[in-house]
Every structure is written in structure tokens, then in C-alpha cells.
């Protein structure tokens, strides 16, 4: 197999989960806090092609579920209310980060029938749309995280480096501080010591800067190993000679040789943070309701009932794994681009 | 011995940078457990301040610091405002519940970890590689937090396992045997998360370690000598991959031990982890403070292991460092 190979499938994969949850307002059906109280952990709904006299349809369409009388959650669908599936219909307004406002969606049904592809929760609330709503969080979080601690690893790992001394003295020994602790009582640490109640938008804030502080130790040591190597090349030299100042140094001839290790580390941060957003939202400690993220969709697992007897409230797990297994392909591609072979195989 | 004493006393500075920096978190932080109080009309502002000054609170960082450090002199580690004791004995129990759990963890997965990365490295590209490769790479992908709950589902649906605790209602009438038969049944659910959890690093590692042995120009030279290829393996290759193995250990018992923390919680398992989580949802500070030093002093003590065990199996460490 060729290299370019290797990173096809991952790529497209990632950039797919990627571009879908940030127009989650697009594909999502409904609002994530629109709640139907009638209709608690309603199961994935069926699309039919054919209606109740037997007719073929190419329109799907979904009927309207009517609870069993004195069974709470078991639901039954009436064949004799279906409703056709619109699409590109217009819908309650969204906009992806500011960027993009509309109010098109890409499936829609009339009431009282509802579509949810992948059941509802327990406020009945549709399980799809949270998913793609908690994605866009969970996602970013771990995005913009990894993003800010490769940033503060290059910054501190450079500067370490280049001017050594008491400066990288200091800066190494919070580097073995921050690798001391086992991350995610760090990450706890850190929670513990900043307000528990906050609104959704600050916590998403205070979540990527607390996973920004946990995770910058370790590039900041690898750049810093790379730093000291360069900084004694002969093109670096002659451009000190030339009279280029250290900034100059640092950022023009220094710095561009860390790229490839700091992509290779942000893809192999960017799963770890959506993990320990997830665990931390899991945990209560993260980004509350009705706000979804996939930690704190999951966390209606910790109820046994749920755990046992619905199974779609499992999605955002499945989703989890699918990124995950996405991202370390990614990054062990990368990592064989980079030194020929992965550091684990 | 030198270098030995050099190395403890760099992990002693490295456990008090840990416990500064956890104060200066605090004293950055808003609000304490006090102000909760504040809010209830019954508890005149007082008595607050009363209690504020009783623990010490309206002290400035550097005194309440060195309070601190007074306490955990007399082996307090603080005082929980929660449960209105010092914080050790809260500690204590629970820590050696973490201990029992990610010390058994530790050793059984390195006992299928050596086997199934020794093997794989002998047969190379043969089926157990092949399949251990597979094996490992979906276990890499799925999260611990996942398969927690996937074990904790299979637990409640066969009841094959207990769902979660440490002893069964009842235990304490129990003799001795059936207490430690009921403590193992209820060990398995969270060993085996946390075996399958950190199994596939530990594989993938050991194989790398063997491949690269078996790869050096002295395991060649045995076998063109005609030297069995299980001595080979054995006696030649495995002491030399001991090595990066020993430095490993020394870093999978901070993953660990992240691990434990929340297979604890999803288990309800009374170790550091519920405690911990209980601490920072009623801001009990120190509570907090002693659980993450506590485990930053497993983590280091784990390092320092790997760290004799390094000089006691490899004469070149040996050589270089202690002379």
C-alpha cells in the first residue's frame, strides 16, 4: 500500500464527523432541548414505504406512536396516522459558530408524528439531534484543547530550548510536575478548584483551558528536544551571524521544524481530550444540561433501567469509539510518514 | 547511592511542587466550603466566620500551607470539613481499596501482556501476531469510560457478576474465607476493565521491545551458531528487552491509576475515586488536595521502582550511574 493510502480513509472519516456536527443545526431534525413529554425513551422510529392500504411510496413516511395504556414506555405505532418525511424544509432558526444562519433543515415530519432516527431520551427529546449538537461540543472541546496545549507546548518547549539556563530550568521541572501526576486526577485537580456552577458557554471555555493546561508537558519536552538540535545547525547559526534577532530565529528557522511533530502530537491529543471532556461531563463535572455533550448523554447510563433496557442511548458511545479509532489511524499514519514506522509497532 | 539518594530526594521536591501547586489552586479558586453556609438563613454569619477562622481559612496561603504541612507531619493530611475529621483516615481505607484494585490489575495484565507480546514477537506475522495486532488495536480505540459501562451492562444482564460495590450487604457476619470469595467475585468486574484498559499498550510494547531484540546482530550470531531458538528467545532476547519494559511499567501505573479513578465510580467501587469526586462536589478541599498527593505518591513510588529495578538488571546502568 502506498503512504498517501494510509491516510485517505481516517481523513475523510474525520473531516466527515467533523463538517457533519458542525452543521448539526442542518441535519438535525429538531432543537436539543425540544422536549415531547408524551413520548420518554421512544425507540428508533421506522420508516415505511408502504401505508396502511398497502400502496408503494418512494416518500418514507412515520407514523405517530401512541403509548400502550398502563405500560410507561412502550409504544405502539398507528398505522392509520402516517405522515410523509419532507426534506430542505424550513424549521426552527440555527447557525453554526456565528458563521452560518438558516433555518433549513434536511428532514422534517408534520406533527404529531416525530422522527427520531435514533430514539428519544428520557425527556423525550430526540436522541439524533442531541448526538449531533453534543458532538459539535465534545469535538471542538478536543480540537480547540489540543490546539491550545501543542500552542503552549511549542511556546514554552522553544523557548526552553533556545535560551536554556535557569529559564529552561524552570520551565522543565513543571514539565516533570505536570507528568508527575496521573492526568486525571490533574484534571480533577484542576476542576476541583474552579466554580461548579457555571453557564454552558463557560464551562465549554473552562473545559478547554483546564485539558489546555493538563496536556502541554509532553510536547513541550519533545519540541524542546528538537529545539536543542536545531539551534546548532549551521543554517541557524548563519542567520545569527547575519544579525537575525532570537524572535527571528525562533519563529523563522527554529519553530517550522516542529511542525510535523506537533501535528502528529495534536492528532494523538485531539481523542485523548474528547475522551476526558467526555469523562468529565460524564462525571457532572463538565458541561451541564440541557446543553448535550456525548459525556453527559452517556452519563443517563449510569441508571440501571437505562443501562438495560435502551439500547440507542448507547449512540454517542458508538460515535466515541468511531472518532477515536479515526483519530489514533490518523495519528499512527502520521507518526509512519514521519519516522517510517509507528512508535508502538 | 548516590545516584539512588539523588533520585528520592528529587521525587520528595517533585511530591511538595505538587501539593504548592495544588494550594495555589485553591487560594485562586472562588468560594469554600463556608460559603454554602452562608446562603441558609439559619446559620447567622457568625457562626461562619466562627468556623472560618476555627479551620484556619481567613490564614494567608503561606501559614495555611504551613499548617498543612504540620498535619501531614502528624499524619493528618488536613481536615476534611465534610466529614469533620482529619482527612488520613479518610484516606487510608480508600486508598488501599485503589491499591487492591490497580495492584491486581497491574499484575495480571502483565502476566498476559509478557506470554501474548513474547509470542507474537517469535511468530512474527504469524496468527497470534496477526490476531493480537487486530485484538489490541480495537481494544486502543475504545474508551475505558466504554468499556466500563459495556462490563457493567454484562454484569447486570447475565448476573453472572455482581453490578458494583466491594462486599455484599451483610459481609461483616461472613468468615474470613467467604469474605475474601465474596471481595473476588466482586473484584472481577473492575480488574477486568482495567486489565483490557491498559492490556494493549502493554502488548504492543513488550512485542516491539522482543522484535527489536531478536533483531540485534547478537540474537543472529546465536542462531547461526545453531542455539535453540526458545534459549534464543529466553535467555539472549528477553533480558535485553526487559529494559524499555521496566521504564514502561514505571509509566502504566500512572495511566492506571486514571483509569481506576473513574472504573471506580462507574463500579462504585469505595476507592480514591468516589471520594475524590464526592470532594470536589462539596468542595472539600482538603479532601482533594490529600487524594492527589496520594496519588501522585503512588505514581512516584511506582517510578522510583523502575527505577532500582533498572540498575539491579542492567550492569551499563549500573556502571554509568552509580560510579
Given at each position: ?13 474525520v473531516?466527515?464527523?467533523h463538517?457533519?456536527?458542525?452543521l448539526?443545526?442542518f441535519?438535525a431534525?429538531?432543537?436539543?432541548s ?8 421512544a ?19 412515520v407514523c405517530?406512536l401512541?403509548e400502550?395504556?398502563?405500560?410507561f414506555?412502550v409504544?405502539e ?15 426552527y ?6 458563521l452560518?444562519?438558516s433555518d433549513?433543515h434536511l428532514l422534517?415530519?408534520?406533527?404529531p408524528?416525530?422522527i427520531?432516527l435514533?430514539?428519544?431520551?428520557g425527556y423525550?427529546?430526540?436522541e ?17 484543547a489540543a490546539?491550545?496545549?501543542v500552542?503552549?507546548?511549542?511556546l514554552?518547549?522553544t523557548?526552553?530550548g ?9 520551565v522543565?521541572r513543571?514539565?516533570e ?9 490533574l ?7 474552579l ?7 463557560q ?12 496536556g ?11 529545539v536543542?538540535?536545531?539551534k546548532?545547525?549551521?543554517?541557524v547559526l548563519a ?6 534577532s532570537?524572535f ?9 521544524r516542529?511542525?510535523g ?6 492528532a ?5 481530550y474528547i475522551?476526558?471532556e467526555v469523562?468529565l461531563?460524564?462525571?457532572?463535572l463538565g ?14 447510563l449510569?441508571?440501571?433501567d ?10 454517542p458511545?458508538?460515535a466515541?469509539?468511531l472518532?477515536c479509532i479515526n ?7 502520521m507518526?509512519?510518514?514521519?519516522e517510517g514506522?509507528a512508535?508502538?509497532? | 547511592?548516590?545516584y539512588l539518594?539523588?533520585?528520592v530526594l528529587?521525587s ?28 441558609d ?18 490564614r ?11 498535619s501531614?507531619a502528624?499524619?493528618q ?7 469533620n ?6 484516606l487510608?481505607p480508600?486508598a488501599?481499596n ?11 495484565a ?21 490476531a493480537t ?7 486502543l480505540a475504545?474508551p475505558?469510560l ?6 457493567l451492562?454484562?454484569?447486570v444482564?447475565?448476573?453472572l457478576?455482581p453490578?458494583?460495590?466491594?462486599m455484599a450487604v451483610?459481609?461483616?457476619e461472613?468468615?474470613?474465607?467467604d469474605?475474601?470469595?465474596?471481595l ?6 473492575p ?6 484498559a491498559?492490556?494493549p499498550t502493554?502488548v ?9 531484540a531478536l ?11 545453531g542455539?535453540?531458538p526458545?534459549?534464543i528467545?529466553f535467555?539472549h532476547?528477553f ?9 514502561l511499567?514505571?509509566l ?19 476507592g480514591?475515586?468516589?471520594?475524590l469526586?464526592?470532594?470536589i462536589l462539596g468542595r ?7 487524594a ?6 503512588f ?18 546502568i ?6
Open positions: 500500500m502506498s503512504k498517501g493510502k494510509h491516510f485517505v480513509v481516517p481523513m475523510v472519516c473531516a466527515a464527523v463538517l457533519v456536527t458542525f448539526s443545526g441535519f431534525p429538531y432543537d436539543y425540544e422536549q415531547d413529554r408524551h413520548l420518554p425513551y425507540p428508533p422510529s421506522t420508516l415505511h414505504f408502504r401505508d396502511a392500504q398497502g400502496t408503494w411510496h418512494w416518500r418514507p413516511s405517530a401512541v400502550r395504556p398502563e405500560q414506555g409504544y405505532e398507528d398505522r392509520t396516522r402516517c405522515f410523509p418525511l419532507a426534506f430542505f424544509t424550513r424549521g432558526r440555527y447557525s453554526a459558530f456565528w452560518i444562519q433549513r422534517a415530519v408534520t406533527p408524528a416525530k427520531f435514533l430514539g428519544s431520551d423525550g427529546r430526540d439524533l439531534s442531541r448526538l449531533l449538537y453534543g458532538g459539535r461540543l465534545s469535538l471542538c472541546a478536543g480540537l480547540l490546539a491550545s496545549s500552542g503552549l507546548g511549542l514554552l518547549g523557548v526552553a533556545y535560551y536554556g539556563g535557569w529559564c529552561d530550568a524552570i522543565m513543571c514539565v510536575l505536570f507528568l508527575a501526576l496521573p492526568w486525571l486526577y484534571l480533577f485537580a484542576l476542576r476541583a478548584f466554580p461548579l456552577h457555571v453557564s454552558p458557554s464551562a465549554f471555555l473552562l473545559l478547554i483551558a483546564v485539558l489546555g493546561i493538563v502541554w508537558a509532553r510536547p513541550a519536552r519533545l519540541i524542546r528536544g528538537i536543542l538540535s536545531e546548532e545547525r549551521t543554517y542567520a545569527r551571524m547575519f544579525g537575525g532570537d527571528y530565529l525562533m519563529h523563522q528557522h527554529i519553530a517550522p516542529t511542525y511533530l506537533l501535528l502528529t502530537q495534536a494523538l491529543l485531539v481523542p485523548q475522551l476526558a469523562t461531563s460524564f462525571l457532572g458541561v451541564a444540561e440541557p446543553v448535550p455533550s456525548w459525556g453527559n448523554m452517556l452519563a443517563a449510569q441508571q440501571y437505562v443501562l438495560v433496557s435502551y439500547w440507542w442511548i448507547w449512540a458511545g458508538f466515541l469509539f472518532v483519530y489514533w489511524r490518523l495519528a499512527s499514519a507518526q509512519v510518514a514521519a514506522t512508535h508502538w509497532q | 547511592m548516590k539518594a539523588h533520585r528529587q520528595f521536591f517533585l511530591l511538595v511542587g505538587v501539593s504548592v501547586l495544588s494550594f495555589i489552586f485553591v487560594e485562586l479558586s472562588p468560594g469554600n466550603y463556608f460559603d454554602e453556609m452562608r446562603l438563613p439559619r446559620i447567622s454569619s457568625e457562626t461562619v466566620s466562627r468556623l472560618r477562622m476555627q479551620y484556619g481559612l481567613d494567608p496561603l503561606p501559614v495555611r500551607y504551613a499548617r498543612w504541612l504540620d501531614v502528624k499524619g493530611f488536613g481536615f476534611s470539613f465534610a466529614y475529621a482529619p482527612v488520613a483516615s479518610l487510608w480508600r488501599r485503589t491499591l487492591v484494585l490497580t495492584g491486581s490489575a497491574t499484575l495480571l502483565w502476566m498476559i501482556a509478557l506470554p501474548l507480546g513474547i509470542l507474537s514477537a517469535a511468530r512474527r506475522n504469524g496468527l497470534v501476531d496477526h495486532l487486530l485484538f489490541t488495536a480495537l481494544l475504545i475505558d466504554l468499556l466500563a459501562l459495556g462490563l451492562l454484562f454484569a444482564r447475565t448476573a457478576l453490578a458494583g460495590g466491594m451483610g459481609s461483616e461472613m468468615g474470613a474465607w469474605q475474601t470469595k465474596n473476588a467475585i466482586h473484584m472481577i468486574g480488574v477486568l476493565v482495567l486489565v483490557l491498559c492490556l502493554l504492543r510494547h513488550t512485542r516491539a521491545a522482543m522484535v527489536d533483531n540485534l546482530p547478537f540474537a543472529r550470531a546465536a542462531r547461526t551458531h542455539i535453540s526458545r534459549r528467545l535467555r532476547a533480558p535485553v528487552a526487559l529494559n524499555p519494559l521496566i521504564s511499567f514505571a502504566s501505573i500512572g495511566s492506571l491509576l486514571s483509569a481506576s479513578l473513574l472504573t471506580e465510580v462507574v463500579f462504585s467501587w469505595p480514591l475515586g468516589p471520594l469526586l464526592e470532594a472539600d478541599f482538603y479532601v482533594v488536595t490529600g492527589v498527593v496520594l496519588a501522585s505518591v505514581l512516584v513510588c511506582g517510578t522510583l521502582l523502575g527505577d532500582f529495578l533498572l540498575i539491579a538488571v542492567d550492569p551499563r549500573r556502571m554509568e550511574k552509580l560510579a
